[in-house]
């Protein structure tokens, strides 16, 4: 049996029980069977990342004690980060030149609030496919024992 793939959750608590709420209402997020790891402020995603390596991180760019912004940059700058999905969750789209030059340069995808539950599910199911798709190509071609 293949190792759950692993959400970690970077926000406040308000929206992280909001985001919580979708992933158990969500029948798309339900299916992927994910492991979810919180962490409320950006120090402590930063610990959670570098000892749970989850395959896709959730983050809101407004975070106490380290922002959204310089917990992405530490991310990135990681061998294991390096090419980790990054879901940027933010009500500052006001802000778009410096979002914009995060996506390119941190290669990050952009979620705008408010947003659908659905919205999230896709944006998650998206970003999650291509392991996915690894993941089945593999069982597939490994015999059965």
Known sequence: MADKLKLLLVDTERYRKIMLNIRTRDARLRSLDLKLLEAADGNEALEVFKREEPNIV??????????????????????????????????????????????????????????????????????????????KAKRESSPNI
């Open 58 to 135: 959730v983050t809101e760019l407004l975070l106490p004690r380290l922002s959204g912004f310089e917990l992405i940059r530490k991310i990135r700058s990681t061998d294991e980060g390096k090419d980790v999905p990054i879901l940027l969750v933010t009500g500052l789209a006001r802000d778009m030149t410096s979002i914009n030059v995060l996506k390119r340069s941190f290669n990050v995808v952009l979620q705008v609030k408010p947003f659908t539950p659905w919205d999230f599910a896709l944006s998650i199911s998206k970003q999650l496919a291509p392991m996915r798709k690894a993941e």
